[in-house]
């Protein structure tokens, strides 16, 4: 038994030495709402963790536009990103833009009373599109207005996306951007070199070494900049107040 109560005790500084903190699930997020208000209750302390980290890491690169992507379907990416973004709006009172470039499956219009009907893609249709501005008054949100399929070929590496990118840098303290998995979608790749950084999605106990090996692999032949990653819908084993006492 103390072998075993070692073992985990050990594993446990293994994970928050070389892992971002964890986000945790939360049970209202496929509610529509129309401000997050579950995600703004459970997202201050993990997202001053990921924002400490990434300016300690990052402090010189001036890191302003971050791509949150994962390995799989449901691993957390909307949840995170959505949760990142109302953070950093209302509790650093950071102007951020949250962006869904998830077209072929889209979810941040789940977390807020966002229109569906406009959205990122009728900036390549249109050369217009819709920025929402939500009650808290430093966050925007642009979401998909319909799935796509063959429509998102070139779509990422056009220059009107490049551009978009750039203006909305320099309009905005953070740009979070909600993409599809990057082992799945090859648009996530390109994505990764358009922004400053990326953050990789990991699913505690059911991500396998190759998979998270290979996600690595291909953000960074691609030319993207992993800044981290996180592991989510961790489990704990041994109640939060017996690490308080080591």
């Excluded at 001053?48 to 300690?56: P, S």
């Excluded at 949840?79 to 109302?86: I, Q, R």
């Excluded at 840098?169 to 990764?192: A, K, N, Q």
Aim: proline share 4%; charged share 25%.
């Amino acid at each position: 038994m103390a072998k075993t109560y070692k073992a985990m005790l050990k594993a446990e500084k293994e994970y928050k030495m070389n892992y971002l903190e964890p986000v945790r699930e939360s049970e209202t997020a496929l509610t529509p709402l129309p401000l997050a208000k579950d995600l703004i209750e459970s997202s201050p302390d993990w997202c001053l963790e990921l924002k400490t980290r990434l300016l300690t890491n990052y402090h010189d690169a001036n890191i302003k536009t971050i791509l949150f992507t994962g390995t799989k379907h449901g691993s957390g990416c909307s949840n995170t990103a959505a949760g990142f973004a109302v953070s950093l709006a209302k509790t650093f009172q950071h102007r951020v833009l949250l962006v869904d470039v998830n077209l072929r499956t889209p979810g941040i219009h789940r977390f807020f009373d966002s229109h569906k009907t406009q959205g990122l893609f009728d900036l390549f249709t249109q050369r217009r599109m819709r920025i929402d501005q939500h009650a808290e008054r430093n966050l925007y949100v642009v979401t998909c207005n319909q799935n796509l399929t063959d429509e998102v070929n070139g779509f990422f590496g056009s220059n009107r996306f490049e551009e978009f990118i750039k203006k909305m840098r320099g309009s905005f303290d953070y740009v979070i951007l909600d993409g599809p998995p990057v082992t799945l979608s090859p648009e996530s790749r390109v994505i990764g070199t358009k922004v400053d950084g990326v953050i990789l999605m990991l699913e505690s106990g059911k991500t396998r070494r190759q998979v998270v090996i290979k996600a690595k692999r291909e953000i960074e032949e691609s030319g993207g900049k992993l800044l981290g990653i996180v592991l989510n819908k961790r489990k704990y084993y041994i109640p939060q107040w017996v690490y308080r006492w080591l």
